[in-house]
C-alpha cells in the first residue's frame, strides 16, 4: 500500500483509513486501496480515483489546499469522503511525466438529481467537479508508456549502487538506485527460481554467459525502468514478464540480446 498525505480541509473532509475514530490530522494513515471494478457505481459523497496502464502521481486540491498522491496500475482509492452536509468542489490533476503519456479519462457520476448515472471523458489532464451526499464521482485515469531511448549499462549500475557499489568512488557516494535495494532478492524481484539465486547486486557482478548475462541485464533494465531520469524503452512489469519468459522457454540468450539493447542505448545519468 501506498502511503497518501492527510486531506484534511476543516470538518468536511476525511480521508476512508483503514481505521476508525477521529483522524489527527498530522497523521498520514494508510488508504484501503480497492479492486479495480469496471461499472462500478460512484459511491454517494465519495471522490474514487483509479489508474490504468501505468503507474501515476497526482494532485487533489480542495480550495487553497493541494495533496499529492499516487496510484498504481490497476488501483483505486477512495480519495475523499465527506462527512459533513454541502458541497465539496476539488481538482484532480494527473502530473506530466517522461515516463507515461495521457491516453484518456472516464468520469463516472451517480448524482439523484440525474436520475442515472452519466459518463463522459474530460479532456485532462486536470478534472474539476464536487460531490455531496447524493452524488459520487468515479475518476479512471489511463496512460500508456513512453518509450525512450535512455539505458544505463550494467556496469553503470554494478559501479552505482551506493555502499554495495563494486567501486570505490561508487562506495563513496549516493545510490542511484531508485525503487529496489541491491540486497533485494534476485528470485523475488523477478518471479523465478534461478540456479545463482541471491542477490540483485550480486546478479549484476557474475560474469559469463546464459543465464548469468540474463541475470545482468536484467538487473539493469529493471533499475532502467524504474529510474525517474532514465527513459528507458520497457515499464518494470514488461521487463520482468520478459524474464520470465526466459525462464520459462530456457532460452537466455534472446532475452539478453533484447534487454542489452536497450540498456546499452546510452545513459543520462
Given at each position: 500500500m501506498k502511503k497518501l498525505h492527510s486531506l484534511i480541509l476543516a470538518s468536511v473532509v476525511a480521508i476512508v483509513a483503514c481505521e476508525s475514530g477521529p483522524v489527527d490530522p498530522n497523521r498520514q494513515p494508510e488508504l484501503d486501496h480497492i479492486p479495480v471494478?469496471?461499472?462500478?457505481?460512484?459511491?454517494?459523497g465519495h471522490l474514487k480515483v483509479c489508474k490504468f496502464g501505468t503507474a501515476a502521481n497526482f494532485e487533489l486540491t480542495i480550495g487553497a489546499v493541494t495533496?499529492?498522491?499516487s496510484?498504481?496500475?490497476?488501483e483505486c482509492d477512495n480519495v475523499i469522503e465527506q462527512t459533513t452536509p454541502g458541497t465539496i468542489d476539488f481538482t484532480v490533476t494527473e502530473l506530466a511525466s517522461a515516463t507515461y503519456a495521457l491516453l484518456g479519462i472516464t468520469r463516472t457520476v451517480t448524482d439523484v438529481a440525474l436520475g442515472a448515472d452519466v459518463i463522459d471523458n474530460p479532456a485532462g489532464p486536470s478534472v474539476t467537479d464536487f460531490i455531496r451526499g447524493?452524488?459520487?464521482?468515479?475518476?479512471e485515469f489511463t496512460n500508456e508508456p513512453i518509450r525512450g531511448d535512455d539505458g544505463c549499462t550494467p556496469g553503470y549500475w554494478k559501479n552505482h549502487a551506493g555502499p554495495d557499489s563494486h567501486s570505490r568512488g561508487g562506495q563513496?557516494?549516493?545510490?542511484s538506485w531508485q525503487g529496489y535495494d541491491p540486497n533485494d532478492s534476485f528470485?523475488?524481484?523477478f518471479g523465478v527460481a534461478s540456479s545463482f539465486g541471491g542477490t540483485l547486486i550480486q546478479a549484476l557482478i557474475r560474469g559469463g554467459g546464459g543465464e548469468n548475462a540474463l541475470g545482468r541485464h536484467a538487473v539493469a533494465a529493471l533499475?532502467?525502468?524504474?529510474?525517474?531520469?532514465v527513459i528507458f524503452f520497457y515499464t518494470e512489469a514488461e521487463v520482468i514478464g520478459?524474464?520470465?519468459d526466459a525462464y520459462s522457454s530456457g532460452d537466455f540468450g534472446a532475452a539478453k540480446d533484447l534487454l542489452a539493447t536497450q540498456n546499452e542505448m546510452g545513459c543520462p545519468l
Open positions: 471494478l469496471p461499472g462500478d457505481d460512484a459511491r454517494w495533496t499529492p498522491f496510484l498504481a496500475a490497476g447524493d452524488r459520487g464521482v468515479i475518476l563513496r557516494r549516493a545510490s528470485d523475488a524481484t533499475l532502467n525502468a524504474a529510474h525517474g531520469t520478459i524474464v520470465q
